[in-house]
Structure formats: C-alpha cells, structure tokens
C-alpha cells in the first residue's frame, strides 16, 4: 500500500526518542522510552491505557463516540480524535495526529502493519480473539511497553481483588447454573462461545458453559450465528442477550413462537438484557469490572 508522502512526512517529523525493543505479534518494534502520542485501535487498548490514566491521541472509535465508554471518558477525558473504524482505520488521520505508537490488533491489523509501521512505532496484540485471560496478559505487556510495568502490575492486582469480591458475592447463586451470552439485533443472533471474552469471564463466576467446547478460537467459531432452533437445542438455563440501543431485535419476533417460549431461560424468567457495547465490545479491565457488577445484579435474582 501506497503511503501519501505529505503524511508519511508528518509522522517523521515528531522526531525520534530513545527508544527500546518491544515483542508483540507481529515482530520487534522499537518503542520511545515514554511514548506520549498514543493511538489505539480496539476498545480494550483504551482501557489498558485508562488503567494508567493515560489519554490517547486518536481512537478507533468506529466513528461513535458513544461507544467509549464512561468508565473510560472518566479517566482519559474526551480530548482524542476519532481516526475511523475498527477495521478499517483512516491512515491519513492517524498520521496527522503525529503520533509516537500505534497500538493494533492482530485479527483486524495485520494486513496494514507494515503500512503502520510507517506512521509510527506499531505494535500489535490479539484482543479480538482473546478470552479475559488473554486480555489480562495484553495489558501487562502494554504497561510494560509504555515503560509503565509497576503501574500496570498495581492496577492488575487491585481489579483482581475487586473482581475477587464480586465473584464471592455471587458464588452461591452461581454455582451449578449455565449461562449464555449472545448478542441480538434486527438482523440475527450471535451466541458468545465458551471460548470467548465474556464466555471465560461468566465461566470465572461459576457459571457451567452452554454450547459445546471446540478446539478452535477463529472469529467464527467464538462467535456463532445461531438460529431459534439451535438456541432451542442448547436450552440454556440463564441467557444474556446484548442489546444496543432501542431498536427492535430478534427476540420480539420470537416472542410468539413456542420454540422460544420453551427455552428454559425463557419459561423461568431468566432472560437479561445488558449493553452490547459493554458487554461484546469493551474487552477490558475496567469494563470487565462494570460486566461482573451487572453479573452480580442479575446473580441477586436467581436464587
């Protein structure tokens, strides 16, 4: 890929720092020592960086400021720039903002990395694929790629004991219950695998998984379109439908049939509806803190 030469020119301009090797995904990048000019493109990176009150420059924001959330803003503020979508970036603007580390998925990025490169010091980590475990490991390899390893290791420990308390605030509740997470809209629903993000995390609170374990962690296998008649087949006994605004979703149209009026979840009152932009999008520490909080109002309800 071509690189316009004006922007290109921008981003060297910003001068080089004295910098370090850092390994990611995708190779060795040498990073500056204290990079100050951060743009991030997947939502968990802004919370890594949240965690350590650091303000990035530009943000993939997929061109919906909203979908940033509060627990972010508080930390970083709203003084960023939106450089486009998640998928496909606006390479122009991120030059423009002159930054001094990109910071990019693998799933999402790859294919740009080296166009990246050229823009500023990238480095990439998988959060798309990844299960809280793995975000966890991201984010302490961020903190130590922004010279910040003691800061990030302290917040690490204080969310695990948080997330310890809520864990021990639900355990009774949880305990032998299974648990789904999908999320719905107009068009379909995509039912979380045991695998995925919030798969591992309600796996964390004791919750049993619904669909069958696979071998592979590809998007699709992590997140699965999935019919009334298969929702019905794996009968879940807690579903947790992510929803995003106020628009009409799949659900109300199944509301009539007796295949959805048959799911166990359905027929004992255990359906929840939570925020898809927390619960599908966030990925992260301080968001997974919010999940656990709204895992425990439900968890107040089943027993």
């Known amino acids: 890929m071509k690189f316009p030469t004006v922007f290109l020119a921008l981003a060297l301009a910003a001068g080089a720092a004295q910098a370090r090797d850092v390994t990611h995904e995708l190779g060795t990048t040498d990073v500056p020592d204290s990079p100050e000019r951060i743009v991030v493109l997947e939502f968990s990176f802004i919370d890594a960086l949240a965690a350590l009150n650091l303000a990035p420059v530009g943000i993939a924001d997929d061109d ?127 039912l979380h695998s045991p695998k995925s993000y919030v798969g591992s995390l309600l796996a964390s609170f004791g919750f049993a998984p619904v669909m069958p374990l696979t071998g592979s962690d590809s998007y699709g296998e992590l997140y699965q379109k999935t019919t009334l008649e298969q929702l019905s087949a794996l009968d879940p006994g ?30 004992r009152g255990r359906l929840f509806d939570v925020s898809s932009d927390l619960w599908s999008r966030a990925r992260g520490m301080l968001t997974a803190e919010e999940i656990a909080a709204d895992i425990r109002d439900i968890a107040a309800t089943l027993k």
């Open 238 to 267: 807690l579903l947790i439908l992510g929803k995003s605004g106020d628009g009409r979703t799949l659900d109300q149209d199944w509301n009539a049939d007796s295949l959805w009026q048959q799911i166990d979840a359905v027929e």
């Open 64 to 190: 919906q400021r909203d979908r940033v959330q509060p627990v972010w803003s508080e930390r970083i503020g709203d003084d960023w720039t939106s450089v486009g979508t998640r998928k496909t970036p606006n390479l122009e603007i991120i030059a423009s903002l002159q930054p001094d580390l990109i910071i990019a998925d693998k799933s999402r990025h790859a294919a740009v990395y080296e166009t990246l490169g050229q823009i500023a010091p990238t480095v990439v980590y998988d959060s798309l694929t990844g299960d809280y475990e793995d975000m966890l490991a991201v984010a302490d390899e961020i903190g130590t790629a922004l010279g910040r390893a003691e800061e990030m290791d302290a917040f690490q420990a204080g969310h695990g004991a948080r997330m310890d308390a809520l864990r021990a605030d639900v355990s009774e509740q949880t305990q032998g219950d299974d648990a789904q997470f999908g999320v719905i809209n107009a068009n379909g629903l995509w």
